[in-house]
């Protein structure tokens, strides 16, 4: 592997557990961790399996997103980190933000399997912080890098779904 892709890879994945590992792995463990002992116990409902195949979705989107990020953006998922090229291709082309979909589909899918108030309420709560984060930061810094480029792929793909 080469110098620059071996980087790229190290800094994508170590962005990958750090941001959504923790957004959808450790966080939601630790809402729910007393309650899983119990729900695997018993056979399993159609909530945990409809569950299962959203985190599934979510999980695949996620990790397309990454892919292409690293692929055509030359960069990662973190804004210390950010793409170098506009990525528009892929999911990109039906929302300027699939990876947030995906880490929401995720959450959603957790939510779904282990249905706990506060799971929901954190899901809720991501969604709410990210739409402001998306609004207010990376966007206005998408279109500061991208210019005229970003501003017509505004104009064609949708913010979310």
């Not at 962005?15 to 450790?26: A, E, M, R, S």
């Not at 990020?69 to 950010?82: K, L, N, Q, V, Y």
Request: proline share 6%.
């Amino acid at each position: 592997m080469k110098p620059v892709i071996q980087s790229l890879f190290l800094r994508n994945l170590f962005f990958t557990l750090l941001q959504p590992g923790i957004v959808t792995g450790l966080i939601p463990y630790l809402i729910v961790r007393n309650q899983l002992r119990s729900l695997f116990a018993k056979p399993f409902e159609i909530h945990h399996y409809l569950g299962i195949g959203i985190w599934f979705l979510g999980l695949i989107i996620l990790t397309d997103c990454i892919i292409r990020f690293a692929t055509e953006g030359r960069g990662t998922i973190s804004p210390a980190d950010p793409t170098k090229r506009l990525v528009v291709k892929g999911l990109y082309r039906f929302s300027r933000n699939p990876m947030y979909v995906g880490v929401m589909l995720v959450l959603i899918g957790e939510a779904v399997f282990c249905p706990a108030i506060a799971l929901w309420m954190y899901t809720i709560s991501v969604f709410i912080a990210v739409s402001v984060f998306v609004i207010t930061h990376e966007e206005p810094r998408l279109r500061n890098d991208f210019g005229a480029d970003y501003e017509e792929y505004c104009r064609r793909v949708r913010r979310w779904i």
